[in-house]
């Protein structure tokens, strides 16, 4: 895959405040990559150099192979970009935000009305002023903007905040859409669950380091943490070891039984419990969640990259 974004040992400081420190990182086109950590972790400052908004104090950033700080116009208009706070002109209507935009990004003005319907911005939302919208609405009319121009690199902080169920499903079918085509995506989300199958890599922050860059199932290998097992067994039964060893079982509230497996014993765990698959009436793995990783990092503080 060619690498889209190139991010090599950057720092970035203001004034004695160091908001990112030594990070590199690539971006692969159609990679869609989730960048997670707490507020003030460094994320929109390296959402904004990749923007090339602000210039890193030490190491390299490339955008196609560019400096985005250096003011190619070719290189800013295959980006773009979703803030976690969209703002618009509430005189204008969706259609005329979207057209000025167009003209800002010197794209076809013809190309905004089938974006505003691939978001879900009907013919009478789109003609309504942006200062009758909902937060809703707002989110769906900035995503439309960030896809002005097919680019080729899309960043986007927050880009759910404000959608509903559906609208979150729809949109992540248009992130996948895009991948599909090449596109590569950088998701900065405070919402773990929601990256969870829907990123091909997630990049942790903390204090401005990187401390976690990997799949999920590379980051489950060297956190190691435990699966938790479930199980309902046949007869009802809610007492004593299953397997009839010294693994300790917890009641839930739902009625079954759950245990923890480390990685090292899963396997045989397993095969004891279905030795006699009679006596179980429904079985279930739960691996470690994004979340669970998230959590275990941070308290590790250490580094897998």
């Known amino acids: 895959m060619n690498r889209t974004v190139d991010i090599s040992g950057i720092a970035k400081l203001y004034g004695k405040v160091e908001a990112v420190t030594d990070v590199s990182l690539t971006l692969h086109e159609g990679q869609t990559v989730g960048l997670v950590g707490h507020n003030g972790a460094g994320k929109t400052t390296l959402i904004k150099l990749m923007l090339g908004l602000i210039r890193p104090s030490a190491g390299t950033v490339r955008v196609l192979g560019e400096d985005p700080a250096s003011g190619n116009f070719e290189v800013r208009r295959r980006l773009g970009y979703l803030p976690e706070s969209v703002s618009f002109h509430m005189a204008l209507t969706g259609r005329e935000t979207l057209a000025f935009y167009a003209r800002l990004k010197r794209v076809d003005p013809a190309s905004t009305a089938p974006l505003l319907e691939r978001v879900g911005l009907a013919v009478a939302a789109a003609d309504r002023p942006v200062r009758t919208y909902s937060k809703g609405m707002r989110q769906r009319l900035g995503l439309a903007q960030a896809l002005l121009g097919e680019p080729r690199i899309l960043l986007l902080d927050e880009p759910t905040s404000g959608l509903d169920p559906a609208l979150r499903r729809h949109f992540y079918n248009l992130i996948s859409d895009l991948r599909s085509k090449g596109t590569a995506v950088l998701l900065s989300s405070h919402a773990l669950t929601e990256l969870e199958g829907r990123t091909d890599r997630v990049i942790i922050l903390n204090g401005g380091v990187k401390i976690a860059d990997g799949t999920l199932d590379e980051l489950r290998r060297i956190a190691r943490l435990p699966t938790r097992i479930r199980i309902r067994l046949a007869?009802?039964?809610?007492?004593?070891?299953?397997?009839?060893?010294?693994?300790?079982?917890?009641?839930?509230?739902?009625?079954?039984?759950?245990?923890?497996?480390?990685?090292?014993?899963?396997?045989?765990?397993?095969?004891?419990?279905?030795?006699?698959?009679?006596?179980?009436?429904?079985?279930?793995l739960v691996e470690p969640t994004l979340d669970d990783l998230y959590a275990h990092f941070l308290n590790a503080g250490g580094n897998a990259r």
């Open 235 to 284: 007869n009802g039964g809610t007492t004593g070891d299953p397997t009839g060893g010294d693994s300790r079982w917890h009641v839930m509230d739902d009625g079954m039984l759950e245990t923890e497996a480390e990685p090292g014993g899963k396997i045989e765990l397993l095969h004891r419990l279905t030795a006699n698959p009679a006596r179980i009436a429904d079985i279930g």
